[in-house]
T-cell receptor
Framework: AQTVTQSQPEMSVQEAETVTLSCTYDTSESDYYLFWYKQPPSRQMILVIR??????QNATENRFSVNFQKAAKSFSLKISDSQLGDAAMYFCAYRIALRDMRFGAGTRLTVKP | NAGVTQTPKFQVLKTGQSMTLQCAQDMNHNSMYWYRQDPGMGLRLIYYSASEGTTDKGEVPNGYNVSRLNKREFSLRLESAAPSQTSVYFC???????????FGPGTRLTVL
């Protein structure tokens, strides 16, 4: 069974500093996709970043980057220069091509001014 | 382009009542999904539809039925609501060949 584990229920960061959110997953598949979604208090799920498992290069989107360790089945999200608007729940998700997506339980990020 | 829309946004039901959650997308996506979100458990898949005319069970299908009315619309029905179905429900869709999912704004359902 596919499982996604986010070991940090809550994290806190000072504004302008860097924070890393952890995610591990369990799969026997070789072709899959990984995602980080952000859910602010509005409840809307917003895609932050995606990573294809066949790509060795870590994905980057502006202040957001990932550290993808395929052998270790680890997919952490780094947020640089944290802003107040980054405060939200963050969900790590895993998907085998064209099938359903499995989500972790989420990490609540607080940004302190 | 409204993306993925869901109605209603909030609903309160009594145990045993039935209702249908509506979802529509205007992005011409092939696949559509229904999830429920409970505290501390992330999102769990209820049902999905890989393409028009097909539906399949997800991780937690018991107590639910779905209909893929056409390519745009995918509805979720609770025939006899139970307090355990109190949750936030999300509809999502996926364009091929990409794999990220686009989500609706969610429906908060309370069953008393």
């Amino acid at each position: 069974a596919q499982t996604v584990t986010q070991s940090q229920p809550e994290m806190s960061v000072q504004e302008a500093e860097t924070v890393t959110l952890s995610c591990t997953y369990d799969t026997s598949e070789s072709d899959y996709y990984l995602f980080w979604y952000k859910q602010p208090p509005s409840r809307q799920m917003i895609l932050v970043i995606r990573q294809e498992a066949y790509k060795q290069q870590n994905a980057t989107e502006n202040r957001f980057s990932v550290n993808f360790q395929k052998a270790a089945k680890s997919f952490s999200l780094k947020i640089s220069d944290s802003q107040l608007g980054d405060a939200a729940m963050y969900f790590c998700a895993y998907r085998i091509a064209l099938r359903d997506m499995r989500f972790g339980a989420g990490t609540r990020l607080t940004v302190k001014p | 382009n409204a993306g993925v829309t869901q109605t209603p946004k909030f609903q309160v039901l009594k145990t045993g009542q039935s209702m249908t959650l509506q979802c529509a997308q205007d992005m011409n996506h092939n696949s559509m999904y229904w999830y429920r979100q409970d505290p501390g458990m992330g999102l769990r898949l209820i049902y999905y539809s890989a393409s028009e005319g097909t539906t399949d069970k997800g991780e937690v299908p018991n107590g639910y039925n779905v209909s893929r009315l056409n390519k745009r619309e995918f509805s979720l029905r609770l025939e006899s609501a139970a307090p355990s179905q109190t949750s936030v429900y999300f509809c999502a869709s996926t364009p091929l060949p990409y794999n990220e999912q686009f989500f609706g704004p969610g429906t908060r359902l309370t069953v008393l």
